[in-house]
């Protein structure tokens, strides 16, 4: 899917008039290429497993001054503006979207612990297909949401991660821990690399991955002022 998708995503972007009507068509036929791959895939080796695996999505486009977001699934974005770290995505999972949680309930699809009719814990992902009937899990859809953020002088930069690193850490304290490395490193890879490291000292139950992407690097802190380390010796007053 990583190589796939930025072809899909480029083909649609120079056809369609709209960012958001493009992302929209892009996921709509990796959703189809997906399934595709996974159903041959079952009718090549048939396995004992009912539903397919299935995998979230989280994309940036940047052009110049112009930056989208798409999202379907538990991954996560979060904006870095002015030192302070805050969601510009929603998780697409029952327990942690309440307006998901609403679409399941008029759909009359079952949310069991958290797990959308009782299979999958994300209401939205590519994938996630009975091998059998070649449907997906009841509720479950690939389409993304789709939004352009709004842009400042201050904005640092965005992370990216999946829920290995958000279900670990705060928001505001991955973006406190991206921060703290670009400062060190001038290097994105490197504020990633922090990141996983962290989440990772918290929780191992999930994979992580996370991207940091730079729009300006944080402003270094001043220089610490050299301590005058000279001192003049006089001589001690008289005794009365």
């Known amino acids: 899917m990583k190589a796939l998708l930025p072809n899909i995503m480029e083909k649609h972007l120079r056809a369609a008039a709209e960012v958001e009507e493009a992302v929209r068509a892009a996921f709509a036929e990796m ?20 539903i397919s695996s299935g995998t979230t999505a989280c ?22 503006v ?52 070649g449907r997906k899990v009841p509720g479950v859809l690939a389409e993304p949401d789709v939004f ?7 904005t640092e930069f965005l992370v990216l991660g999946s829920d290995g690193v958000f279900d670990p850490l705060k928001d505001r304290s991955v973006a406190t821990h991206a921060r703290v490395a670009l400062k060190k490193s001038q290097s994105p890879q490197e504020a990633a690399a922090m990141i ?8 191992q139950l999930d ?8 729009f300006k690097m944080p402003p270094q802190p001043p220089p610490r002022r050299a301590l005058n380390t000279k001192f003049k010796l006089t001589e001690p007053p008289p005794q009365p």
Not at 41 to 49: M, N, Y
Not at 196 to 203: F, M, R, V, Y
């Open 31 to 50: 959703e189809a290429e997906v399934n595709k791959v996974l159903l041959e895939a079952f009718e090549a080796e048939p396995t004992s497993v009912e």
């Open 59 to 80: 994309v940036v486009l940047w052009k110049e001054d112009d930056v989208w977001v798409a999202n379907a699934g538990d991954c996560r974005a979060v904006l870095c």
């Open 82 to 133: 002015d030192g302070l770290g805050d969601a510009v995505t929603r998780d697409h999972a029952p327990d942690k979207n309440p307006d998901e949680a609403e679409r399941l309930k008029q759909l009359g699809v079952e949310v069991n612990d958290g797990y959308v009719d009782g299979q999958v814990a994300v209401s939205r992902a590519f994938g996630d297909v009975n091998v059998q009937t």
């Open 148 to 154: 352009k953020l709004d842009m400042h002088d201050t």
């Open 196 to 203: 996983i490291q962290k989440a990772g000292e918290l929780s």
């Open 207 to 214: 994979n992580s991955s996370a991207v940091v992407i730079v």
